[in-house]
């Protein structure tokens, strides 16, 4: 399983980690590949999975953030190989948003909150700036009902002065790979 941006590194590099038969972490490709996890506790806590590439001299890639966010996994896999493994891929830096306060929320917390809402087809949680955020539901009608449920758990992890907006679209427009963003932030990451 390749945990690489699909539009950056690993188009570039190939595939940076993959799954063995003991399915107890992704395998980093150490002959191609030095890999790091940008955190104070790796092992713990999620950070951004930075990559060196050791086998195009033409365009190397040092340090690259790869826009995953990982933890790693410590000791031999069962299967006996002894590269580094990657515990989990926690999901993507860009999926993750930051409030005026300072913090992260993470996209697959959207996921949550409108999983088994009736007519429900798509939803994008954008964040407009530190204040301003807007929900983007495409659904068969209004779901007022539903709407105070997700209004409560949204607002529960925003800052206090956070503006929500909810908005029912047509459609979600697909980004230039064909894929959707449960979350969008519109402010530098950083």
């Given at each position: 399983?390749?945990?690489?941006?699909?539009?950056?590194?690993?188009?570039?590099?190939?595939?940076?980690?993959?799954?063995?038969?003991?399915?107890?972490?992704?395998?980093?490709?150490e002959?191609?590949?030095?890999?790091?996890?940008?955190?104070?506790?790796?092992?713990?806590?999620?950070?951004?999975?930075?990559?060196?590439?050791?086998?195009?001299?033409?365009?190397?890639?040092?340090?690259?953030?790869?826009?995953?966010?990982?933890?790693?996994?410590?000791?031999?896999?069962?299967?006996?190989?002894?590269?580094?493994?990657?515990?989990?891929?926690?999901?993507?830096?860009?999926?993750?948003?930051?409030?005026?306060?300072?913090?992260?929320?993470?996209?697959?917390?959207?996921?949550?909150?409108?999983?088994?809402?009736?007519?429900?087809?798509?939803?994008?949680?954008?964040?407009?700036?530190?204040?301003?955020?807007?929900?983007?539901?495409?659904?068969?009608?209004?779901?007022?009902d539903?709407?105070?449920?997700?209004?409560?758990?949204?607002?529960?992890?925003l800052?206090?002065?956070?503006?929500?907006?909810?908005?029912?679209?047509?459609?979600?427009?697909?980004?230039?790979?064909?894929?959707?963003?449960?979350?969008?932030?519109k402010?530098?990451?950083?």
């Amino acid at each position: 399983e390749d945990v690489a941006d699909p539009e950056g590194a690993g188009a570039e590099a190939g595939a940076i980690a993959a799954e063995c038969e003991a399915h107890q972490g992704l395998h980093i490709n150490e002959t191609d590949f030095v890999a790091e996890i940008d955190s104070p506790d790796p092992d713990r806590d999620a950070g951004p999975l930075l990559i060196t590439y050791l086998a195009n001299r033409a365009m190397p890639l040092i340090r690259y953030n790869t826009g995953d966010l990982a933890t790693w996994s410590r000791g031999t896999c069962p299967c006996g190989r002894t590269t580094l493994r990657l515990a989990r891929v926690v999901g993507r830096q860009s999926d993750t948003l930051r409030t005026a306060s300072g913090s992260l929320i993470h996209g697959e917390y959207f996921t949550h909150v409108l999983y088994g809402s009736t007519g429900v087809r798509e939803f994008q949680f954008v964040q407009e700036d530190l204040v301003h955020y807007r929900l983007l539901v495409v659904a068969e009608k209004q779901r007022p009902d539903e709407e105070q449920h997700w209004r409560k758990k949204i607002e529960s992890v925003l800052d206090p002065a956070a503006v929500l907006t909810i908005e029912y679209v047509k459609e979600i427009p697909a980004l230039s790979s064909g894929k959707r963003r449960f979350t969008l932030s519109k402010i530098a990451q950083g």
